[in-house]
């Protein structure tokens, strides 16, 4: 399938054009199927919260190749680029520019540092909004889970969701949505949520059910797009928000809770790590200056047992406590536990 196309890989952002080119920036992988006129077909690289490769396959993107292919030459017989635009390759990010400026080295750009350089501008530009946060929503904000090799077709519909609503059912097809002309990948749906308003709107979708095709509209609610902390703990952004618990550490297997006589179910993790340098340190130095110490176990944190790792937990601070907000944590200490207190940090 590859020798249909101008393969090329990209492992340093730097001079890729933002103007152009973009997808989630979190994720490892991505595929974008492109025209060499700057139109872009489709994206291929999603994932989901708990699993990084559960949408990669060689048999869904060599499907993706081949489909592509035919649709691409339907498009060769009327073509449509995009209005042409100044180029804007990543390296020229202001505070990428800033840092350079300042006398720092930087070999490579990532995907994730084009995010936390956007993020960056806008908050010093006054531009940031903190619903910003939630970028290439998962299908499920609207309601439909996705097969994992033939990615537009619905194998779930959650009742009473603005999918349901529309009409759309399990084994329909999604044909296009809002602003993405085909949808073909988990990505192309995530792009045209990507794209569409935060607030209250109607998303037009077009789907196959049967051998009907249907034209509808999905009413999407103000706020749609916020996800649930545990659904955006996987993006790096997530070290960057604020409030901050100020400490981390990994989460203790079925054995190790065993040992300590908590349930498997129940949440534990082991403190190996104080926030207390960089620009950051204070985060540190509040938690540590109520008493928690590397090696402690947390069991609790402001009153919640339940959380699934570490980054959950951040997560779960940064999008749902205020900075300045007091807290307790639960930590066991040499077979003892100890209530500790303080107030959440910037």
């Known amino acids: 399938m590859a020798a249909d196309y101008v393969c090329v890989r990209v492992t340093d952002m730097s001079k890729v054009d933002l103007n152009l080119i973009r997808f989630d920036f979190d994720l490892t992988f991505a595929v974008v199927l492109m025209n060499a006129d700057g139109t872009i077909y489709h994206r291929y690289g999603g994932r989901l919260p708990d699993d990084a490769s559960a949408f990669l396959s060689m048999s869904s993107l060599a499907r993706l190749l081949r489909d592509t292919v035919g649709e691409h030459r339907a498009y060769e017989k009327a073509p449509a680029?995009?209005?042409?635009?100044?180029?804007?390759?990543?390296i020229e990010l202001p505070v990428l520019q800033r840092k350079i400026a300042g006398g720092q080295r930087l070999d490579c750009?990532?995907?994730?540092?084009?995010?936390?350089?956007?993020?960056?501008d806008a908050f010093l530009e006054k531009r940031w909004q903190r619903d910003d946060l939630y970028v290439f929503p998962d299908p499920e904000r609207i309601g439909v889970s996705l097969d994992r090799e033939?990615?537009?077709?619905?194998?779930?519909?959650?009742?009473?969701?603005?999918?349901?609503?529309?009409?759309?059912?399990?084994?329909?097809?999604l044909l296009s949505l809002g602003e993405q002309r085909s949808t073909r990948t988990l990505s192309d749906v995530q792009w045209a949520l990507h794209r569409a308003p935060f607030g209250a709107n109607r998303l037009p979708?077009?789907?196959?059910?049967?051998?009907?095709?249907v034209e509808a509209e999905l009413e999407l609610a103000d706020g749609w797009k916020r996800c649930p902390p545990a659904d955006y703990a996987w993006r790096p952004y997530k070290w960057n928000l604020s409030p901050a618990p100020g400490f981390g550490g990994p989460a203790?297997?079925?054995?190790?809770?065993?040992e300590l006589g908590i349930a498997a179910e129940d949440f534990a993790m082991k403190v190996n790590y104080l926030v207390d340098w960089g620009e950051r340190a204070h985060r540190g130095r509040a938690v540590k200056a109520a008493g928690l110490r590397k090696g402690d176990v947390v069991v609790a944190f402001a009153g919640r047992r339940d959380f699934a790792s570490f980054p959950h937990l951040h997560t779960w601070v940064a999008l749902t406590r205020r900075v300045g907000e007091p807290v307790e944590i639960e930590v066991l200490r040499d077979g003892k536990v100890v209530t500790l207190r303080y107030e959440l940090p910037e």
Do not use: M, W
């Open 252 to 258: 203790l297997d079925a054995a190790a809770k065993k």
């Open 205 to 213: 979708v077009r789907f196959r059910s049967g051998k009907l095709e």
């Open 81 to 90: 680029p995009p209005a042409a635009r100044t180029p804007r390759p990543a």
């Open 150 to 173: 033939e990615q537009r077709r619905v194998t779930a519909v959650t009742p009473d969701s603005p999918a349901a609503k529309a009409g759309i059912v399990r084994g329909d097809v």
């Open 109 to 120: 750009v990532h995907c994730h540092t084009v995010n936390d350089a956007e993020y960056a």
